[in-house]
T-cell receptor
Framework: DAKTTQPTSMDCAEGRAANLPCNHS???????VYWYRQIHSQGPQYIIH???NNETNEMASLIITEDRKSSTLILPHATLRDTAVYYC?????????????FGTGTLLAVQP | NAGVTQTPKFQVLKTGQSMTLQCAQD?????MSWYRQDPGMGLRLIHY???????DQGEVPNGYNVSRSTTEDFPLRLLSAAPSQTSVYFC????????????FGEGSWLTVV
């Protein structure tokens, strides 16, 4: 699985959009980009994933660059409850394992 | 639908003791795995299973054993606990029928003194 690079921490004002970047320059053609978050002391929570097209669900939007070497997770209206560590992970679809390779993620602090 | 259930939530062990962390899922997922998370770090894969009767080692398997006798259960055994195994342990499951989304339990906090 390809490695990812994320900023260590970011701040965002409550009600504003939070844009979390991720670099994955060595991503392979069959690897998807996944985003998870971990709120303090809880298990990681799935947010969204994509291959090459932009994706949106009830939680967030995922923007993947055309060359697929980077992506951005967008939380459109951040709330205090969105304060968490956000992990960007790349892995092949249908991999026969739960092998998520976690980095240290981005600590998003939503400020009132 | 309980999802992924881990027990116990908290445990204190003495060095050299053995114990088993339990993990159960009620989603009929074929894939299950165990991760550990040390303070300020991401999760690291210990062992995983792609189905009943099949297990394999992850990134940090030493000191741990697993078995998968049923689809639902995937216990993690600490053979002889060491202070270096003080960590938070997360069990996870997924299935191709669930879009390969991985679901995590709430964690088991283990302290070895």
């Amino acid at each position: 699985d390809a490695k990812t690079t994320q900023p260590t921490s970011m701040d965002c004002a409550e009600g504003r959009a939070a844009n979390l970047p991720c670099n994955h320059s060595t991503i392979s053609g069959n690897e998807y980009v996944y985003w998870y978050r971990q709120i303090h002391s809880q298990g990681p929570q799935y947010i969204i994933h994509g291959l090459k097209n932009n994706e949106t669900n009830e939680m967030a939007s995922l923007i993947i660059t055309e060359d697929r070497k980077s992506s951005t997770l967008i939380l459109p209206h951040a709330t205090l409850r969105d304060t968490a560590v956000y992990y960007c992970i790349v892995r092949a679809w249908g991999g026969a394992t739960n092998k998520l390779i976690f980095g240290t993620g981005t600590l998003l602090a939503v400020q009132p | 639908n309980a999802g992924v259930t881990q027990t116990p939530k908290f445990q204190v062990l003495k060095t050299g003791q053995s114990m088993t962390l339990q993990c159960a899922q009620d989603m009929n997922h074929e894939y299950m795995s165990w991760y550990r998370q040390d303070p300020g770090m991401g999760l690291r894969l210990i062992h995983y299973s792609v189905g009943a009767g099949i297990t394999d080692q992850g990134e940090v398997p030493n000191g741990y054993n697993v078995s998968r006798s049923t689809t639902e259960d995937f216990p993690l055994r600490l053979l002889s606990a060491a202070p270096s195994q003080t960590s938070v342990y997360f069990c996870a499951s997924s299935s191709t029928s669930s879009g390969n989304t991985i679901y995590f339990g709430e964690g088991s906090w283990l302290t070895v003194v």
